[in-house]
C-alpha cells in the first residue's frame, strides 16, 4: 500500500510520560485456535524502540488469531484517523469521542461543542461501531473540571442512543457517578466499561443491568485481586477483551509496549481464572463481540477504482477536517 495519505502515528507514547519507553516488542505468543478481537485499541500511538504502524500490528495479531481491532479516538484528530482507518481497513472498525480528560480543555478554550459536532458527524460512517472513550476520570482530572467531564459524557450517551452504537466508557475512579449518569440519563442498549477497574460488587450491577465489562491486560497483574474476582462474577454474555494498546501490557510482558498480538496472553489468563477451555472462551468472547458491533465485513470496505488508471485506490480523499 504506497504512499496512503494515512499518516501512521499521531502522537508518541514517550510524549505522553516521562518514562524512557526505549523497550523492544515482546515475542508473538502461540496462536489462539478460536479467532477474537481486540476490543479497544489506540494504534496511532507510537511507542518503544521501533514503532509498529497499524498495519504491522493488524498482520502480527492475525498471525496469533486476533482478527480484527476497534480502533479508538480520544479527541478529533484522533476520532478522524479511526474513522479514516477503518474506512479502508477491513479488519478495522472505530470508536470515536472526546476523551474525559480532554474534555475539560475544550470546555475551557469554549470548542467542547463543536468538538462534539465533528464526533456526531463521524458517528455517521458506517464502520463507526461506537462512541468512545467517553466517561469520567476523576484520578487524573482535578474536582473542579469534573462539571465539564460530566456534561461531555451526558452529551456522548445521548450520541451513542441518537445513531444506535455502542457506548465504551473510561471510568477510573468513578465508578458510582458513572452508574448514577447512565441510570439517570438512560443507558445506550449496548454499554461496554472498557478496561473495567471494578470489583465484585460494580461486576453485579453491569450484570443487573445488561452492561459489558471488557477486560484488559491489568486482569493478569499479581496484585488485580479485586478484578479478578470482578471477572468471575460476570455473566459470561458480557464479558470482552482488549489490550488498550499500548498501554497495560499483559502478563509476563508488563511495561513493554503493547499490540493487539498480545490478546492471547490475557485470554489465556481468563480461561485459568473461570476454569474454562481457551477455545470455548474464545468463541463467547467473539459471539459477545458481534453482539456489541457487529461484524467487521456488516459494512465492508469499498474498494473504489481510479476512473483514470483503472487501479484501485486504496486511500480516501482527505476529510474536510483534516488540518491541512
Ligand atoms: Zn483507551
Known sequence: MADSKIPSHLRTRGSMEATDRKQEYPPLPNPLEVGVYDNHAHLEIADGENPLDFREHL?????VGVKGVVQVGTDVPTSLWSADVAAIEPRVLAAVAIHPNEAPELHQKGTLDDALYVIDDLAKRPRVVAIGETGLDFYRTEAPLH?????????????????????QIHDRDAHQEVVDILLKEGAPERTVFHCFSGDAELAAILNEHGWYASFAGTVTFTNAKKLQA???????????????????TPQPH????????????????????LE???????????????????????????????PVTGQPW???EPSPFHES
Open 276 to 306: 474454562m477451555d481457551e477455545n470455548a472462551l474464545a468463541e463467547q468472547l467473539t459471539k459477545n463481540t458481534f453482539q456489541v458491533y457487529g461484524r467487521w465485513d456488516d459494512n465492508p470496505v469499498r474498494v473504489r477504482t481510479n
Open 314 to 316: 486504496d486511500e480516501l
Open 59 to 63: 498482520a502480527r495479531a492475525e498471525e
Open 230 to 248: 470482578a471477572l468471575q462474577v460476570m455473566d459470561k454474555n458480557r464479558i470482552l477483551i482488549e489490550t488498550d494498546t499500548p498501554f497495560l
Open 254 to 273: 508488563r511495561g513493554k509496549p503493547n499490540s493487539p498480538y498480545m490478546v492471547p496472553h490475557t485470554l489465556r489468563y481468563m480461561a485459568k481464572k
Open 147 to 167: 462539571q465539564a467531564q460530566r456534561r461531555s459524557f451526558v452529551e456522548h450517551i445521548r450520541l451513542a442512543k441518537s445513531h444506535n452504537i455502542a457506548l
